[in-house]
């Protein structure tokens, strides 16, 4: 497989569930970020990790948790979410942090009902 | 606080047409300013500008950047079905910290 995959590609669940969503990028990249598109709002960046340390944190609430085992993966986290989480979360890499292009995976529709 | 608007926010045209969307800036420390179209679900990558007054041109898009007047527009001619999308721009920092526009939604109709 190339590029950006994410999993699931959708997600319901409940206020008091946790789950987990994944991204895999397969580019040989050393930098992913997390982001959070609502409807009719632009991207939100929430999270950045270089060569798999966290360097950005967009006051994102502690509901969500990043987690970045090795460059080629990225987790997040969810606990305890509110029906306003419910959105488009879109995984991406680039070669190098911030000033490069960055590669988009699918996304996660999540709903949380 | 880095900000970046787009305009038009939403834009339709017929096939044949061409279109410009702007992008206008304000950040501390600008790196590069990146263009992506979003169709159904993840954006793609279009082109990155650094450096102004040089176009840069994939096909019937090309784009150009003014860091003087911090802005940026896209061009689309000959605009196709196909070029439906929203239209990203992004500027980054020497920080290392990207920030979007929200967009401008482009429908071309046949």
């Known amino acids: 497989e190339t590029g950006v995959t994410q999993t699931p590609r959708h997600l319901v669940m409940g206020m008091t569930n946790k789950k987990s969503l994944k991204c895999e990028q397969h580019?040989?990249?050393?930098?992913m970020y997390w982001y959070k598109q609502s409807a009719k709002k632009p991207l939100e960046l929430m999270f950045v990790?270089?060569?798999?340390?966290?360097?950005e944190n967009n006051s994102v609430p502690s509901r969500f948790s990043p987690e970045c085992p090795n460059s080629s993966h990225l987790f997040l986290h969810l606990h305890t979410l509110q029906p306003e989480d419910s959105a488009l979360y879109l995984c991406a890499s680039s070669q190098v942090q911030g000033t490069y292009e960055q590669y988009f995976g699918p996304g996660t529709r999540l709903t949380v009902t | 606080e880095d900000k970046v608007v787009q305009s038009p926010l939403s834009l339709v045209v017929h096939e044949g047409d061409t279109v410009t969307l702007n992008c206008s800036y304000e950040v501390t420390n600008f790196r590069s300013l990146l263009w992506y179209k979003q169709e159904k679900k993840a954006p793609t990558f279009l082109f990155m500008l650094t450096s102004s007054g040089i176009e840069k041109k994939s096909g019937r898009l090309s784009s150009i950047l003014d860091k003087k007047e911090l802005f940026s527009i896209l061009n689309i001619t000959a605009t196709q079905t196909g070029d439906s999308a929203v239209y990203l721009c992004a500027v980054a920092t020497n920080a290392g910290k990207s920030t979007f526009g929200d967009g401008t939604t482009l429908t071309v109709k046949p």
């Open positions: 580019l040989g990249h050393n930098a």
């Open positions: 990790y270089s060569l798999e340390e966290r360097v």
